[in-house]
């Protein structure tokens, strides 16, 4: 049930190119060599361990592995005096492959979602992430390996190397009290009016798009209903099914309230969400996703 909150906030006004960029629509031949490019929706040829299983799952930066990789990166931060915030920044960068051939990037401050494919063959193999942003499909390749838990990936003269969860200890704030959270105990309903406007993708959008992109978002968003308790757990539920997930309330600075939000059927480690409340509204934000709801419903 994950994907509600993700569909929610990311899915609901996708631009029509996105269709392009699911899995089993792109065969194309990456950097590493003349290999097949392996979508999850698919197979792996013959009887051969599928490549792609290693990747499935969630990962997170081995910060100090990663500068030590890529001693550009580092001497850069330092020169600019903002050697602690870059690591601040890595330690919290998560990435993901799921099983239906999706890939997400989650920053502190934003997230990119696209679909991924593997290219190459043996030890040259390549990710290919495939995304849609400013209503244009981008596509990047990444040299990698994948070897002893540890995976190192290479684009444009950056490297990154991700761990899974846990392995490496990553910086976390530390939680306040839920009392100061009372504003936004209750039950909330997406205003999709109030949302759509908020959307600045529907501006790069033809009319046509706006259009199938409007209908699609309300007949989606107006099933959805938030609540949050208390206790520190909340509820997604939509056409009668439910999602749940557990905030730390970490950051306040006035009807401005920043959680760390741990979904039950995923990692520990889970999203930064930014809720504003203005009386019997609340605008959610998950990085560059908006969500306006109202209060009751």
Request: aromatic share 6%; with cysteine; glycine share 12%.
């Amino acid at each position: 049930m994950r994907f509600m909150i993700r569909a929610a906030l990311a899915l609901a006004l996708s631009c029509p190119a996105w269709v392009a960029a699911q899995p089993g629509h792109d065969h194309a031949h990456g950097p590493a060599g003349h290999g097949h490019a392996h979508g999850l929706a698919g197979h792996a040829d013959g009887d051969r361990p599928d490549p792609r299983r290693p990747f499935i799952g969630d990962w997170q930066i081995d910060v100090q592995a990663t500068l030590d990789a890529d001693p550009q990166m580092k001497a850069a931060a330092a020169a600019d005096g903002a050697l602690a915030a870059a690591r601040e920044t890595l330690g919290r960068t998560r990435l993901r492959f799921t099983p239906d051939g999706r890939a997400t990037v989650s920053f502190p401050d934003g997230r990119r979602e696209g679909v991924f494919v593997i290219t190459g063959e043996g030890d040259a193999l390549s990710v290919r992430i495939i995304d849609a942003q400013d209503n244009r499909l981008n596509t990047a390749d990444y040299a990698t390996t994948l070897k002893d838990g540890r995976l190192t990936m290479r684009h444009d003269g950056t490297t990154l190397v991700f761990v899974r969860p846990g392995a490496v200890g990553a910086p976390e704030k530390p939680a306040l009290p839920r009392a100061q959270a009372r504003a936004i105990i209750g039950r909330w309903t997406v205003d999709v009016p109030r949302t759509l406007s908020a959307d600045e993708r529907l501006r790069s959008m033809t009319a046509e798009q706006q259009k199938l992109a409007r209908d699609a978002a309300e007949k989606f968003l107006s099933q959805l209903v938030f609540e949050w308790r208390a206790d520190g757990t909340a509820t997604i539920g939509m056409g009668g099914r439910s999602q749940g997930n557990r905030w730390r309330l970490v950051g306040k600075e006035g009807a401005r309230y920043t959680l760390d939000v741990a979904f039950d059927d995923g990692p520990e480690t889970g999203e930064t969400l930014v809720l504003e409340v203005d009386g019997a509204y609340m605008r959610m934000t998950m990085g560059p996703q908006v969500l306006v709801l109202a209060r009751g419903g």
